[in-house]
């Protein structure tokens, strides 16, 4: 009983301190809210390529979900799409690769053609290289497609922490 009171104690206690520390939702207020309205002012331009056009797809993807009022903001984005072999075997076969996927982006507003926004993000991934090529090239495209789902989660979040700046909250 003694113990059930002091484990009590404790969480409410700490409960206070984290009420206390300031954090609170980013996408407060759902699709009405600031972080969603300016998420869905951003226009995302043509990507060249078959990873800019998963890249931009999965971005639509996130970004379309959020219903702007009009277009304020353009996002200008170049990929480095890089595979690698490093596992090599003692007859020179490649047994491991990696696909590494760089963005940089930048966000640009309309009404003055300035950027605000001017970042990069990128992530990569391991490829088991087998004996079959079908098998090592679909293993490629899924990494391809995984490493664009990724890198785009990275850039939302980014624009999604300056549409907050940008509201001042």
């Known amino acids: 009983m003694r113990e059930a009171l002091s484990r009590l104690l404790v969480l409410a206690g700490s409960s206070f301190l984290l009420a206390s520390c300031g954090l609170q939702p980013l996408y407060s207020g759902g699709t009405n809210g600031v972080v969603a309205s300016q998420l869905g002012n951003v226009q995302v331009e043509p990507i060249a390529g078959k990873a800019g056009w998963l890249m931009r797809n999965a971005l639509n993807d996130q970004l379309g979900t959020f219903q702007g009022s009009e277009t304020k903001y ?35 507003r309309l009404s003055d053609s300035a950027v605000v926004i001017d970042a990069t993000a990128g992530s990569d991934a391991g490829i088991d290289v087998v004996s079959s090529e ?36």
């Open 134 to 169: 079908f098998a090592t090239v679909a293993a490629e495209d899924t990494a391809l497609e995984n490493l664009t789902t990724r890198v785009a989660d990275q850039i939302v979040k980014r624009l999604s922490l300056f549409a907050l700046e940008q509201d001042g909250s």
């Open 74 to 108: 353009r996002l200008v984005i170049e990929l480095d799409d890089k595979i690698a072999g490093f596992g090599v075997r003692s007859n020179d076969r490649i047994t491991r690769e990696r696909r590494t996927l760089r963005a940089r982006y930048q966000l640009v």
